[in-house]
């Protein structure tokens, strides 16, 4: 991927922007949706930003368990520290009573206010910012059945079919891993071929 990279000798105390997709090893493109995710709803819902980049760091260290990759121990290292750093302050924010119902509840609410009401209005011209929500809420919901795995929460049956019916509107976006490409989520990279 192109952009700047994390040099080796690095403390690993990067900076909040540095979990921009400019410098996420490009092994791990696939956690670039979902990084760009919880940077876009920080300021609404801080926790939900937090499991966002709980997730990510935890299919970092799948896709890597060793860290052997070129800059991951130092990505992995800088995002475990943002981590630690929101863990209390995060939660104690958190408005429903588990990490699933404040997944499931910001769900909802992103769907009913951003994703249905852009479907309602946005003309036919001028559709990236319905995919971009769209895209948004399909990775939302990933976090979701992750966030609700780990707790052995279920998901409510109405969100869960909205989420299956989202991944579906989304599907032309992925990959054959299901996963969001990185330059499919940033228009911008298929048109300079990077930043």
Known sequence: MAGRRVEPHSTGNLPDSAFDSEVIPSSLASIVPILRVANEIEARCPRVAYLCRLYAWDKTHKLDPTSSG???????????????????????????????REMQSFYKEYYEQDVKALDATVDKSDRAALVKAYQTAAVLFEVLKAVAQTECAEIDPQINEIGQTDAAEVDPQRNETGQTDAAEVDPQRNETGGH
Do not use: H, M, N, Y
């Open 70 to 100: 070129r800059g991951i121990r130092q990505f992995k290292r800088a995002l475990l520290q943002r981590l630690e750093r929101d863990a209390e302050p995060t939660l104690a924010v958190r408005k429903k009573k588990s990490d699933a």
